[in-house]
């Protein structure tokens, strides 16, 4: 099993910031990548950003420019940067994971989720 820890969620005025992390522990052979996913009240959980292991990121197109996506391979953490943040930024944010396990079994893995609120 793996545990996905995320945190850095909370209350910012538009156009302030927040970084968001998500720290991954337990069986883990190797990451292939990690992922952002945010899901708004009565909306469907949609993809913000991911990055490789090898440090290659992508990003929404919303999000492109605002956001930075980062990883730190030695401690299997992942951060989110998040400048300029606007009301439509409000979302639960979700860490996702996919790795392989010491089997070598290709799995998907998916955290808690932050809450982010951005006020106007």
């Known amino acids: 099993q793996v545990q996905l820890v995320e945190s850095g969620g909370g209350l910012v005025q538009a156009g302030g910031s927040l970084r968001l992390s998500c720290a991954a522990s337990?069986?883990?052979?190797?990451?292939?990548?990690m992922a952002w996913y945010r899901q708004a009240p009565g909306k469907q959980r949609d993809w913000v950003a991911s990055?490789?292991?090898?440090?290659?990121?992508m990003y929404e197109e919303f999000v492109k420019g605002r956001f930075t996506i980062s990883i730190d391979n030695a401690k299997n953490t992942m951060f989110l940067q998040m400048n300029t943040l606007e009301p439509e930024d409000t979302a639960v944010y979700y860490c996702?994971?996919?790795?392989?396990?010491?089997?070598?079994?290709?799995?998907?893995?998916w955290g808690q989720g932050t809450q982010v609120t951005v006020s106007s």
């Open positions: 337990g069986d883990i052979f190797s990451i292939r990548t």
């Open positions: 990055i490789t292991s090898g440090g290659i990121p």
């Open positions: 996702n994971v996919n790795l392989y396990n010491r089997y070598m079994t290709q799995m998907d893995y």
